[in-house]
Nanobody, 129 residues
Framework: QLQFVESGGGLVQPGGSLRLSCAASGFTFDYYAIGWFRQAPGKEREGVSCISRGGGNTNYADSVKGRFTISRDNAKNTVYLQMNSLKPEDTGVYYC??????????????????????WGRGTQVTVSS
């Protein structure tokens, strides 16, 4: 059973940084693409960034390009999201999830959160002065 535990969220001022971690278990980690998604109050869950099984392909939402960096350590079954130059509109609960799919690009996966079946509890990110 796929399990994800997100951590690293918190309260940060605009312009600040956070590093989120996603610890995965219950499956063969390097068989799965992993995505970070977020949900703001009153809004639908949206894709933030996704990374392929080997880490060679990544995708970012336009709103975070140049500010966020996704990476993975398959030896540790962990995916990271480094978030810099944070803005108030980055506020939300951040989730990670995995998908085993060798036919679909990470760009398409990131646009379809409903394709991911197992979700962690998320970690809250609040950007506010």
């Amino acid at each position: 059973q796929l399990q994800f535990v997100e951590s690293g969220g918190g309260l940060v001022q605009p312009g600040g940084s956070l590093r989120l971690s996603c610890a995965a278990s219950g499956f063969t980690f390097d068989y799965y693409a992993i995505g970070w998604f977020r949900q703001a109050p009153g809004k639908e869950r949206e894709g933030v960034s996704c990374i392929s099984r080997g880490g060679g392909n990544t995708n970012y939402a336009d709103s975070v390009k140049g500010r966020f960096t996704i990476s993975r350590d398959n030896a540790k079954n962990t995916v990271y999201l480094q978030m810099n130059s944070l803005k108030p509109e980055d506020t939300g609960v951040y989730y990670c999830a995995g998908r085993q799919d060798i036919f679909t690009t990470v760009q398409v996966m990131c646009s379809n959160p409903d394709w991911f079946g197992s979700w962690g509890r998320g970690t809250q990110v609040t950007v506010s002065s």
